[in-house]
């Protein structure tokens, strides 16, 4: 079974700056793409930046030029820089990785910030 686990999530004032980290419990090298998203209260869950195993990056138009995924793929993980945070991006963010057979998903980080 494979297992996600986010770290990095906490209170930042607006316009600063956190990392979010997802260790994988397996190679990412298994997974077609390792993903995060986010759910702020009360709204759906949105993709915000993908990493395909190609090397391909993806990022919501909300967060362009403002938030950079990477990978280590010696630790296995996944990472997320977040700079010049606003309080709309407030929410619960997930790592999710897929194969051909399934998804995974990580229990979340909660990122808040104050204006």
């Known amino acids: 079974q494979v297992q996600l686990v986010e770290s990095g999530g906490g209170l930042v004032q607006a316009g600063g700056s956190l990392r979010l980290s997802c260790a994988a419990s397996a190679s990412i090298f298994s997974f077609n793409a390792m993903d995060w998203y986010r759910q702020a209260p009360g709204k759906q869950r949105e993709l915000v930046a993908t990493?395909?195993?190609?090397?391909?990056?993806y990022y919501a138009d909300s967060v362009k030029g403002r938030f950079t995924i990477s990978r280590d793929n010696a630790e296995n993980t996944v990472y997320l820089q977040m700079n010049s945070l606003k309080p709309e991006d407030t929410a619960v963010y997930y790592c999710h990785a897929a194969t051909f057979l399934r998804d995974y998903w990580g229990k979340g980080t909660l990122v808040t910030v104050s204006s």
């Open positions: 990493f395909t195993s190609g090397g391909s990056t």
